[in-house]
């Protein structure tokens, strides 16, 4: 498993892996998020860019501004928009990104969304990103190449042993509250990627090196 870690606009530092994760919305407002990841396009790293809006739930981004966003950085993999657990919602949100950005399709990956099994379609020649909430339908879909999973809420060790790619905030999180992987209960709250404020840097260091020697040693 490759890891990019997903980490707040002040401490984009942790992001030391070459595989980097970006938000279309903050790229436009944030000048010192959108040089960083310019900078990692410069350096060869793996770009995904998520098309989702700022915040815990997973809502569609405004089309207008991942145009924009797209105008200023080519990503590597953009992974397209969805409604969290709401698969008829998201099958048509993505027909339309598709139809919007169709000189980029061959980089355009479908978000898996759905509230049960039955709306777990997956072919298995698709690739396809796979949000941690819908994590509970891992065993009921073929490994894809390349998958990716977007980030941890449970536990480090939820995803071992699969394959593909994984963005994750949780050694930020867990390590912005002084906690470190093992003290992983109860479960963090989201990132903003707006905090300032780190206490314990040498934890969350920490958290960042563990994460990334845990999946890809």
């Known amino acids: 498993m490759k890891v990019g870690i997903i980490a707040p606009i002040k401490f984009l530092e942790y992001c030391v892996t070459d595989i980097q994760y970006c938000l279309p919305s903050l790229l ?6 959108r040089d960083f990841y310019l900078g990692k396009k410069e350096e060869g790293n793996f770009l995904v860019m998520d098309c989702r809006q700022v915040g815990w739930k997973r809502v569609p981004e405004d089309f207008s501004i991942v145009e924009e966003a797209l105008s200023m950085l080519k990503p590597s993999i953009i992974i397209a928009p969805s409604y969290m657990f709401n698969a008829e919602a998201s099958n048509e949100v993505y027909g339309k990104f ?13 978000c898996l969304e759905g509230a049960s099994e039955s709306d777990i379609k997956v072919n298995k020649s698709e690739r396809i990103a796979v949000p941690s909430h819908m994590y509970r339908y891992l065993s009921k879909f073929p490994e894809t190449n390349p998958i990716i999973y977007i980030d941890n809420h449970l536990n480090l060790e939820e995803l071992e ?4 790619i994984l963005v994750t905030s949780l050694p930020i999180r867990l390590g912005l509250k002084g906690r470190l992987l093992v003290d992983y209960k109860p479960t963090p709250e989201s990132l903003t990627l707006y905090e300032t404020g780190n206490k314990y840097p040498e934890i969350v260091e920490r958290n960042v090196l563990d994460t990334i020697e845990f999946y890809e040693e």
Do not use: A, M, Q, T
């Open 98 to 110: 598709v139809e919007k950005f169709d000189s980029w399709s061959k980089r355009i990956i479908r």
């Open 28 to 33: 436009i407002k944030s000048k010192e998020y």
């Open 161 to 164: 042993g699969r394959e593909g």
